[in-house]
C-alpha cells in the first residue's frame, strides 16, 4: 500500500549556505522539511502547502524556489541559500537592513521568503521599478504590511547595492 | 542629559526593535519549538457537514509502526474532555462523539514519532457515517422543519441560538411614521477568513512528575487561555502555563481555544511526552474561526435630508457551535456602533443567530466584535441614500456629522463617544483626493464611455474594551495590566498581559516608557506572552492593547516617577515640592545643574534608600478604562470598471486616520497599510462559501484568494490627531481601523461608477463577474 512505498530512503547531499551536508532522507521529504526539521535551519516558514503563500521560499542554485513543493531529493547536489545563509558575519545584508528601515515586516512570517525573492530579483535586475518589484513578490504573501513598504525595502536596497558596486 | 528626542518618547518613528531576530530568520514561532522525546500529532476532520457516526475503527492506524496512540472523542469523554465551553457560553465537541456538525470538524487525533508518520495513520482510521441532510444557511436553519444541528443541547428545540436588541425600538418606529423618505438596503457581509500567514499549533509538554502543563501555543490571549485550560482540565491555574511564542500574525484568528490545543495537550498528559501540534492551510480554513456571515437589512429615516432613525435587522450565521469571541452580555459583538459617525435620534438594532452545519468561530477578522459588520452597514446605506436623495455622499455625511462640539456624545444605541472632529478628518480627505476635480473627470470619462468611481466611507470604531463592568469575557473583566522593574543600572524590563501578533509591542510600549520614565526606550525590554512571567491580562485583540496595556504601562511609570521624585529629594538634599521633572531627569527649581537622573535614582533605589520608604523601584499597574475609545477616519477610493469584463482597478486610496496620539507613527501607518490591503482583499476576493451539502469552499489558497502585491494598490496616508480624552497617552487604538473603515470605501467606489445607471448593491466579494451581470442588467456591458 501507498503508506509503505513511501518509506525509500535515499542519500542527499547538498550545500546549504555554503556547507556540505548530507543526511539519508525518504524520498517523499520536503525540502521545506529537511531544512527544518533535519537541518535545524527553522528561518524557512511553512505557510499554506499549496505553493501560494511563498513563506517558504529559498534559493536553489540562486533561483527562488518554494521549497514545501520541492523534494528533499531533488535538491541532491545542488546549492541552497535560506535566510539564515543571507546573513554576513558581523552584520546584515542590505535587503535585511531595508526590511528593517523601511518597516517592511510586522510579524516576520513572510520575511525571509519575501527577502530571498527580493535577493534574486536585485541580482537579476540591480534597478528594478515599483511594478517589477510588485511582479517579482506576487508569489509571496504578506498578511500584516499590504507590501508597500516592502517595495520600498527593496527599492532601498538596491539603491544601496548600487551604491557599493 | 537626555533630550526628549533622544530617549524616543512618544511621536518618534524608531525602527522596531523586535525586527532583528526576524530579518535574520532567528523568531521563535510555535513550530520552531523542539522538546527532547517530542511527538508529532495530526488530526482526522470530517469529510461531511452533517452525520451520525455509528463507528470510529482505528485498529489498523494504531498498528502502523511509528504511531503511538489514537485519541477519539469516546477516550476524551472518559476524562471528560470531549466538550469543552466556548467563549460565548456554548459548547463546542472536542473530538465528534455522536455526530459531526460542519465539514473538516474533528474526529481524531493520531500522535505519531514523526508528522508524517501521523498523516498515514489518518488514511487508517475507518469512520461509519450515516449521513443528514446538511443546513447551510440561517434562513434555512430557522424553517419549521429544519433538521436539529445541537441534539446534544438539553432543551435546543430550534437552530435559533440567541435574540438580541439595542436602542429604543418605540423612538425608532415613531422616526419612521414621522419620515418623509426611508432609503433601505439589503446586504450580504459574506463569511471570510482571517488567514494569519502561520496556521495555528502548540506544543504541550505535561511534566509526569511535577503534573505542570506547559503548552507554547499560538494565543493572542494567553492569560485567558490559561483560565480556560483550568476550567476545562480542572487542574489549578498555577500548574499551568501558557507561553505565546513570536506569532506570525493573528487577526483575531488566535483568539479562540481550539480542540488541537485540548487534545495535544491530554495526550501529553496521557503519554508522559512533549506533543506537537501544527495545524495545515486547510485545517485553518475550515475549521477555526471565519469572521461575518451576517445578512443585514437596514433602514434610514430622512426628514429632507437630515437622518432621524435608523433600523437594523440582522441574521447572523454562527456554525455549528456558537464560539464567537465578544464580550458576554453583547451577543452580536458591538454591532450596535451602526448609528456609525452620525447624529441619528433613534436607532434600533435587531439580531438573531443561527446554528448551521458549518465552522464554528465568528471571531472578529482585524475588528473589535463586529464593528466591522456595523460601519461596512451603515457607510453602505447612507450611499445609497445619497443615490436615491439625489444628494452628493459627501454632503449627505457632512450634513448628518456628530458636530465637534457635541462630544461627549451618547449614541441613540447608548456608546459614550469620547472625542473627534469628523468634518475636519472628511475635508482632508476630500482636500487629498482632489474631491470636486475628480467628480468632474468622472463625469467627462462618463462621456467618453468610461466608467470611473469615486468611493468614500467615514468610521468610527469603538475599541479598546472594558470597562470592567459591562465588558467581560467568562466573567474576566477586560481590565489589562503592565509591570516596570527598574533595574539598578536604570534599565528595565516591562511586562505585559497582552501578546504582539507583529504590532511591535517590543518598539512601542518601549516608548511609552521612555515618555513616562525618562529611560530610553533602547534601555526598556518588553516581555509578553509567558503567563508564569507576566501579569494577568485579557490579550491582544479588538485592537485594545494600546488603549488598555498602553494606558497601564504610562500609569505605572507615573507611579514609579512619583517613588523616584521622593528618592531625587533625597539624593539632592531637597523637598519634593523643588522639584522639576523633565524626561529623564529631576532637578532643583531654579537650579537646573542640580539634577538627579532617572538612573542615578534607579541606583540609589537599591543602595540609598531614604528613611520610611521601601527599596526597590517596581510595581504593577490594572487598568480598566473608564470608556471605550472612538478611533475614526475618512477613506476615499477611486476605482475604474472594464466594461468588456467587469474587472474594477483600483486607481487610488486616500486614508485619512484619527487614532488620536501617535506613539510611534511608522508603525502605526504600517497596521494601517496592512488593514487597506486587507479591506481590499475582504471587498474583491476573500471569500468562504459552501455548496449546498455543506463543503466548504475556500479551503486551500487556490479557493481562498488573498491579494499579492500585484493587485494591493497603493495608499496615500494622512492624519488629524484629537486626542482620547480620557486616555493617559490621548490615543485610541488602531490595529483594525482600516479593515473596518475600507470595505464600504471599494464597494462604495464600485457602485458609485454604476450609480447613474441604478445599480445601488453588490455584495462582496465584489468580483469581475458580478460586475459584469450588473453592468449586462443596466445595459452597460461592453
Known sequence: MAVQEALVTRPVTVSVNGTERSAEVETRLLLAHFLRETLGLTGTHIGCDTTHCGACTVLLDGVPVKSCTVLAVQADGREITTVEGLTPAGGLHPIQEAFSAEHGLQCGFCTPGMMLTSVALLAENPDPTPEQIRWAISGNICRCTGYQNIVKAVQHAAATLKEAS | ????????????????????????????????????????????????????????????????????????????????????????????????????????????????????????????????????????????????????????????????????????????????????RVVALDTFYPRCHPAPLECCGCVADVNPATGKATVYMTSQAPHVHRTLFALVAGLPEHQIRIVSPDIGGGFGNKVPVYPGYVIATAASLLLGRPVKWIEDRTGNLISTGFARDYHMHGELAFKGSKMTGLRVKMLSDNGAFFSDAQPTKFKAGLFHIVTGSYDIPAAHVVTDGAYTNKAPGGVAYRCSFRVTEASYMIERLVQTAAYELGVDPVELRMENFIQPEQFPYESATGFLYDSGDYPAAMRLALER???????????????????????????????????????????????????LRVHPTGKAILKLGVRSQGQGHETTFGQIIAQELGIPYEDVEVQEGDTDNTPYGLGTYASRSTPVAGAAAAMISRELREKARKIAAHLLEASEEDLEWEPGRFYVKGSPDKAATIQDVAFAAYTNIPEGLQAGLEGVHYYDPPNMTFPYGAYSVVVEIDRGTGAWKVLRVVAVDDCGVRINPMIVEGQIMGG????????????????????????????????????????????????????????????????????????????DALAHAGVRNIDMPVTSDKVWQALAEVGLAE
Open chain 2, 433 to 483: 483626493l482632489g474631491y470636486d476635480e475628480l467628480r468632474k473627470e468622472q463625469a467627462a470619462a462618463r462621456e467618453e464611455g468610461r466608467l470611473l468611481g469615486i468611493g468614500v466611507a467615514f468610521f468610527t470604531e469603538v475599541v479598546g474594551a472594558g470597562h470592567g463592568d459591562e465588558y467581560a469575557i467568562a466573567g474576566l473583566r477586560m481590565f489589562d495590566s503592565a509591570e
Open chain 2, 1 to 180: 542629559m537626555a533630550t526628549a528626542h533622544e530617549i524616543r518618547g512618544l511621536g518618534h518613528s524608531v525602527r522596531r526593535k523586535e525586527d532583528d531576530r526576524f530579518i535574520r530568520g532567528k523568531g521563535n514561532y510555535v513550530d520552531d519549538i523542539v522538546l527532547p522525546g517530542m511527538l508529532h500529532m495530526e488530526l482526522l476532520r470530517s469529510p461531511v457537514a452533517h452525520a451520525r457516526i455509528n463507528s470510529i475503527d482505528t485498529s489498523r492506524a494504531e498498528a502502523l509502526p511509528g504511531v503511538v496512540a489514537v485519541v477519539t472523542g469516546e477516550l476524551l469523554a472518559a476524562h471528560n474532555l470531549a466538550w469543552m465551553p466556548t467563549l460565548s457560553a456554548d459548547t463546542q465537541a472536542v473530538l465528534a462523539t455522536d455526530k459531526v456538525r460542519f465539514q473538516g470538524q474533528e474526529i481524531a487525533a493520531v500522535i505519531a514519532e514523526t508528522a508524517y508518520i501521523a498523516k498515514d495513520a489518518l488514511e487508517l482510521i475507518d469512520v461509519d457515517y450515516e449521513l443528514l441532510p446538511a443546513v447551510t444557511t440561517p434562513q434555512q436553519a430557522l424553517e419549521e422543519d429544519a433538521p436539529l444541528i445541537r441534539d446534544d443541547k438539553e432543551g435546543q428545540e430550534s437552530n435559533h441560538i440567541y435574540h438580541w436588541e439595542a436602542g429604543d425600538e418605540e423612538a425608532t418606529n415613531r422616526a419612521f411614521a414621522e419620515a418623509d
Open chain 2, 676 to 751: 487597506l490591503t486587507e479591506g481590499f482583499g475582504i471587498a474583491a476576493m476573500e471569500l468562504i462559501t459552501f455548496d449546498d451539502d455543506g463543503n466548504c469552499i475556500g479551503s486551500t489558497f487556490m479557493d481562498y484568494l488573498l491579494p499579492t502585491a500585484w493587485e494591493t494598490p497603493e495608499f496615500e496616508l494622512d492624519a488629524t490627531q484629537v486626542p482620547s480624552p480620557h486616555h493617559p497617552l490621548g490615543a485610541k487604538g488602531v490595529g483594525e481601523s482600516a479593515t473596518v473603515g475600507s470595505p464600504a470605501a471599494y464597494v462604495n467606489a464600485v457602485i
